[in-house]
């Protein structure tokens, strides 16, 4: 069992709030990158860390869940209840508010473009980035949230898991994820595009999922790691020269599958005081960030024309309040439905 004193809501936090500081470059029309892509030749910027952060906690985290769950409906019920009530929300308001920033000739209820905005963006595959005349005169035009392309790449590793179902007790499992981890290094670093016709048929980038899917792959492997916390330690310090040292020779999309998984896994499985009570106080809130964001900083764009900090300023703590609101108000109400099948288990016993 995972220790609920532990950083990995604060981690999200952190790894939510750097993909909006990325954001308000691109959003604000800003030439350059954001000072970590500047810093690093571009070999990595905050949204990287973020985006790839939560991969890597989901992999640990939705692998251990594997290893306890009841059955394969029990697990996918839970991945639905954490995926879908806040989404549908967020594309519900969507579709409410984008009158309040539309302008085209056609009336916004005979846009076409504003009916297929939730169904296909529910299909997670086939999104569908904008509403024809919405943010179109935005620096960063036509899209209304752009955060939302990274999770069919997060449902895509719940059935890759999933697969695992049927052989999580035997023993050999800890060398399939093993082999997981180094086909996906292997395929992401050489054989980036291997594929790709049929990942292309799903709307799916084969670069980005075996890259997505290594980091995730990386999560898995941590599952096994049992060291004692002095070493821990010593891990977490070399793991972070590596990665210093990778980023001056150029190297560092070669080490960087090794590295940030142990970093951030042994971040998160620490319990430092006052961040170990990040998720006790306020919530999990870091979806909610994730999925807000986005069009919060499309509509101050669209009303303000502002500048990157200012940006940044204003939508961060917004985001971090219908984060809030969409923890407690949806997304936690939901979970509270994550036992119906082991509860109807039980009862047909």
């Given amino acids: 069992m995972i220790s609920r004193s532990n950083n990995f809501d604060f981690l999200r936090l952190v790894f939510a709030s750097l993909v909006v500081i990325t954001h308000s ?36 985290l939705i692998f251990k869940s594997l290893l306890r769950c009841k059955g394969l409906p029990d697990f996918y019920w839970k991945r639905l209840l954490r995926l879908f009530p806040a989404l549908l929300v967020v594309l519900f308001l969507t ?7 539309y302008e085209s000739s056609v009336p916004y209820l005979q846009n076409k473009s504003v009916y297929t905005y939730i169904p296909q963006n529910l299909t997670l595959f ?4 904008g509403i024809d005349g919405v943010f179109e005169n935005n620096p960063y035009k036509h899209s209304i949230n752009g955060s939302l392309w990274t999770i069919c790449y997060e449902f895509s590793m719940y059935v890759m898991v999933s697969l695992l179902f049927f052989i999580r007790k035997k023993a050999f499992v800890k060398t399939v994820v093993i082999l997981l981890f180094i086909s996906s290094y292997i395929l992401s670093i050489f054989y980036p595009y291997f594929l790709y016709g049929l990942f292309h048929r799903f709307a799916l980038g ?27 330690h ?11 040292v990778s980023i001056y020779l150029n190297i560092f999309k070669y080490t960087c599958y090794m590295t940030l998984p142990v970093l951030v896994i042994l971040l998160g ?55 809030y609101v969409s923890w407690h108000l949806i997304e936690k109400k939901a979970l509270g439905y994550k036992d119906l099948f082991t509860k109807k288990a039980i009862l047909t016993e």
Avoid: W
């Avoid at 571009?42 to 973020?50: A, N, P, R, T, W």
């Avoid at 084969?206 to 004692?228: E, W």
């Avoid at 010593?234 to 210093?244: C, D, G």
């Fill in 95 to 101: 579709v409410l508010l984008a009158p309040a920033v």
């Fill in 269 to 323: 499985k620490s319990s430092t005081r006052y961040l170990n009570k990040v998720g006790e106080v306020i919530g999990d809130t870091s979806y909610g960030i994730y999925i807000y964001s986005f069009p919060i900083q499309q509509t101050l764009m669209y009303f303000f024309k502002l500048d990157t900090a200012l940006l940044f300023m204003l939508s961060l703590p917004l985001s971090i309040l219908l984060g």
């Fill in 126 to 129: 086939f999104r569908q980035k």
């Fill in 25 to 60: 470059y691109a959003l604000s029309g800003a030439a350059l990158g954001d000072p970590l892509s500047q810093l690093t030749n571009g070999q990595m910027e905050f949204s990287y860390l973020g985006v790839h952060g939560f991969f890597i906690i989901s992999g640990y």
């Fill in 206 to 232: 084969s670069n980005h999922f075996y890259n997505l899917m290594c980091f995730f792959a990386g999560g898995m492997v941590l599952t096994y790691l049992n060291v004692p916390k002095k070493a821990e």
């Fill in 234 to 244: 010593i891990l977490i310090i070399l793991s972070f020269i590596v990665i210093m």
